[in-house]
């Protein structure tokens, strides 16, 4: 009977043992679960749509004015006068420069002189002809002397013409040692002070003055992109593509966007054979004055695309000058995918290759996920991303 009661104790400890086991395992199992669960992130996903997009094009420009004309003396003499400053703002035919005109004002009145000569000289060969004209006429001298006279009076002729030339360069010489803006413009620098040497050999010029009511800004296009130029736009001849170019942006030195678009008017009629490239010319308005000749910038040629795949930059990380992104796949497991990048517009990617329109990427807080981690999605609306402002 003790023996029996024993075993009994026995069975019913090792029963016990058993569930003690079956619960702990249980536990452990549940707990296990728990943790895989509280271990994966939960992380903002976005689903891959397409949207219309606009892209640039940048390619460094320099600026100069619709006229950059250099005002050069056309006569020699010493500079007596300098009526403007450097970057003065002139108005056509407000007097800029004064070369000493002395000598060019004795010149004008010899030119004068000799021209009171020659007159006088045409009004005594006239008198002759007029009184051997009757003479000749009732055979009282020989016609030999009326035609002398008449040559006499030619010569006096020409000798009055030959004098009032002398006089208009005269003029013009005189009216060169004052020198006058032919446009309206900014003056450029201006290398001679009063007193200096200056005339039709002198290397530099006075001034240059820039006409800027209008900025041109040129720019050049290698061969492949010339290429794409011709094939982009509409038009049978480069004129007409040009004419169909849309506006173009001037990106400045800071980097901000000058507020006037412009418009390309014309292409260079032939390639650097040293650059490989061919110069085209964009025409800014500048009411303000705020553009110079000799400012620097860059051009943005504008490229439409009407269905692209858009992704955020902040969505994306680099490795080895790749571009990258975690793709959510099945059991919400994520693969890093390299990226064929087409073009930026903005912030944002416009994607070439990689990956298509309904597939999932990672939006933020990737930062130390692994290759295949599983993640806990919570997804976002790419509405909220592009809602704001066309691309």
């Given amino acids: 009977m003790k023996k029996f009661k024993r075993y009994q104790l026995t069975i019913a400890l090792f029963s016990i043992g058993i569930s003690t ?42 600026l100069e004015g619709a006229k950059d004309i250099e005002l050069r003396p056309q006569v020699d003499g010493t500079l007596d006068r300098i009526y403007v400053d450097e970057g003065a703002y002139v ?37 002759a002809v007029t009184k051997l004209t009757p003479l000749v006429q009732n055979n009282i001298v020989s016609d ?44 450029g620098r201006i290398p001679y002070k009063t007193g200096s040497l200056v005339g039709l050999s002198t290397p530099q010029p006075l001034t240059i003055l820039s006409e800027t009511k209008d900025i041109h800004a040129y720019f050049s296009l290698s061969e492949k992109d010339y290429l794409q130029f011709s094939s982009k736009f509409p038009g049978a001849t480069i004129s007409e593509k040009v004419k169909n170019m849309p506006p173009v942006e001037l990106v400045l030195a800071d980097q901000s966007v000058y507020p006037e678009k412009g418009k390309v008017q014309t292409v260079s009629g032939q390639f650097n054979s040293g650059m490989g490239s061919i110069s085209f010319r964009a025409s800014f308005p500048n009411r303000a004055g705020f553009l110079r000749s000799g400012n620097t910038g860059k051009i943005r040629l504008p490229d439409h695309v009407s269905k692209a795949i858009a992704i955020p930059q902040e969505a994306t990380f680099e490795l080895q000058d790749k571009v990258f992104v975690f793709v959510v796949g099945d059991s919400n497991k994520v693969t890093s995918t390299p990226l064929s990048i087409k073009a930026k517009s903005g912030s944002y990617y416009l994607v070439e290759d990689g990956i298509q329109e309904g597939q999932k990427i990672v939006f933020s807080g990737f930062d130390r996920l692994k290759e295949g981690a599983v993640i806990v999605p919570k997804p976002i609306s790419s509405d909220s991303l592009f809602k704001v402002k066309p691309l």
Avoid at 101 to 122: F, G, P
Avoid at 177 to 187: C, E, F, Q, R
Wanted: proline share 2%; charged share 15%.
């Fill in 91 to 127: 108005r056509r035919g407000q007097a800029l420069f004064l070369i000493n005109d002395r000598i060019y004002r004795e010149q004008y009145n010899n030119a004068k002189a000799s021209l009171v000569a020659a007159k006088a000289s045409l009004v005594n060969a006239e008198i």
């Fill in 144 to 187: 030999v002397q009326l035609k002398t006279a008449k040559a006499n009076y030619d010569v006096a002729a020409a000798q009055v013409a030959q004098a009032q030339s002398l006089v208009r360069n005269a003029q013009i010489n005189m009216g060169y040692t004052l020198i006058k803006a032919p446009v309206d413009g900014y003056i």
């Fill in 21 to 62: 086991t079956i619960l702990i395992t249980g536990c452990n199992s549940s707990s296990g679960s728990m943790v895989q669960a509280q271990t994966a992130p939960i992380l903002p996903v976005l689903t891959l749509t397409t949207t219309a997009a606009t892209t640039y094009q940048e390619y460094s420009a320099s």
